[in-house]
């Protein structure tokens, strides 16, 4: 991959001042809130607290086959783009040993409960790569660990045969950007239901919910402990939403119902054996959805690596999101560069390519840096054009 000049060719002074300038993080301890709209329904979902000044997007996506339950994503970041903070989409897996059946659309295939450190240790081979390097895990904010304590809790009663868990864990990770290091606190809890049952309902299901901090080296032990002490990454929902929901669930699973009932009327007993799947599947979903309002905890953008649902953008735009950057074309190729910048230049020469990017759409570099400069196009990652 091709290292652009960064960051786009500005002075050391400049530089040091964009990671290192005074009161940054003291200037986000202002917090305000933002909505998260629903598209599906036309209306308000969420409320979310970021820093003010800071900028925001988010939006709800459908859960996958194995979990009818709407999730949460958003990201908010500094005006400079070097701050962040992001939660996923929800990671959803069932298992049932006893029936032969692949994973459905849109959920994971691990066949067992997982750990929240298990899990991690999948996640960070998801997002792996641009030089990605692990440090080793960071403690958990008592707050956190408190609402997860409480997911658990809520898990347990939702009936007699069914064992619910929550556990939680946080690494920080290292990405090379440029010249410079960028720390990341990757963070999961993972619920799991397990139903003590025999037969074709043995088995569970787990979801996981990721949280990603984002700051220069040196930075992101400040912005985990404004994040932390505010519980930013908290997502509560709107009740009038709420009930929509429910009441289009109720609906979907009613005309699933009556389209089972009339196979099972066929007397064909392979559909009647999955109808009792179903059904038990859905109430145990909507039985924790349910208990996970209470609580305030939801689904945590974009279909993870071809596990999430048709509705999420393509693979290769997810993982270019994942390592915060961008795919561009030019004369010289296609490329991968920082994320950060809303435009990306080119000069090649033979076999060598120099790069320089800007937010500035005025900025020419040509006259004033040597070279014939060229301004790419940004391309979806996988080097379609849009």
């Given at each position: 991959m091709p290292r652009p000049l960064m960051p786009s060719?500005?002075?050391?002074?400049?530089?040091?001042?964009?990671?290192?300038?005074?009161?940054?993080?003291?200037?986000?301890?202002?917090?305000?809130?933002?909505?998260?709209?629903?598209?599906?329904?036309?209306?308000?979902?969420?409320?979310?607290?970021?820093?003010?000044?800071?900028?925001?997007?988010?939006?709800?996506l459908p859960g996958p086959e194995c979990s009818n339950i709407p999730m949460p994503v958003f990201r908010a970041y500094s005006p400079d783009g070097l701050n962040e903070m992001r939660l996923e989409p929800t990671f959803e897996w069932t298992y049932h040993p006893n029936m032969k059946m692949k994973a459905p659309n849109g959920c994971l295939d691990y066949g067992k409960p997982l750990t929240a450190e298990e899990f991690l240790k999948h996640y960070e081979e998801m997002v792996a790569g641009n030089g990605m390097r692990v440090i080793g895990p960071m403690?958990?904010?008592?707050?956190?660990?408190?609402?997860?304590?409480?997911?658990a809790n809520n898990m347990s009663h939702i009936s007699p045969n069914i064992k619910g868990s929550a556990t939680a864990a946080?690494?920080?990770?290292?990405?090379?950007?440029?010249?410079?290091?960028?720390?990341?606190r990757l963070r999961v809890y993972v619920e799991c239901r397990v139903n003590n049952s025999t037969g074709a309902l043995a088995g569970g299901g787990c979801s996981a919910h990721?949280?990603?901090?984002?700051?220069?080296?040196?930075?992101?032990?400040?912005?985990?402990?404004?994040?932390?002490?505010h519980d930013l990454v908290r997502t509560p929902h709107e009740d009038a939403w709420l009930q929509q929901v429910l009441r289009h669930q109720a609906a979907?699973?009613?005309?699933?119902?009556?389209?089972?009932?009339?196979?099972?009327?066929?007397?064909?007993?392979?559909?009647?054996?999955?109808?009792?799947?179903?059904?038990?599947?859905?109430?145990?979903?909507?039985?924790a959805f349910m208990k996970q309002q209470e609580s305030s905890f939801h689904s945590s953008m974009n279909n993870a690596n071809n596990a999430m649902n048709a509705r999420t953008t393509a693979t290769s735009d997810w993982v270019d999101y994942s390592l915060d950057q961008q795919t561009v074309a030019g004369p010289g190729g296609?490329?991968?560069?920082?994320?950060a910048y809303g435009h990306t230049w080119s000069n090649t020469t033979g076999n060598q390519t120099q790069w320089y990017q800007t937010n500035d759409p005025n900025t020419n570099p040509n006259g004033i840096l040597p070279g014939n400069w060229v301004e790419n196009t940004k391309v979806h990652g996988n080097g379609q054009s849009y």
């Open positions: 060719l500005l002075s050391f002074g400049a530089i040091a001042l964009a990671f290192f300038g005074p009161g940054r993080l003291a200037q986000a301890d202002n917090l305000t809130t933002v909505n998260i709209t629903d598209p599906a329904y036309g209306m308000k979902a969420f409320t979310i607290t970021i820093p003010a000044g800071w900028k925001f997007q988010g939006t709800v403690a958990i904010a008592p707050s956190y660990q408190k609402r997860v304590d409480g997911v946080a690494v920080r990770v290292e990405t090379p950007n440029g010249t410079f290091v960028i720390e990341q990721v949280d990603v901090l984002r700051a220069p080296k040196g930075k992101l032990d400040a912005l985990a402990a404004l994040v932390d002490a979907v699973d009613q005309q699933r119902f009556e389209q089972l009932h009339r196979q099972q009327e066929a007397g064909n007993a392979m559909l009647r054996q999955q109808h009792e799947q179903f059904m038990a599947s859905s109430q145990r979903n909507h039985a296609t490329a991968k560069v920082s994320s």
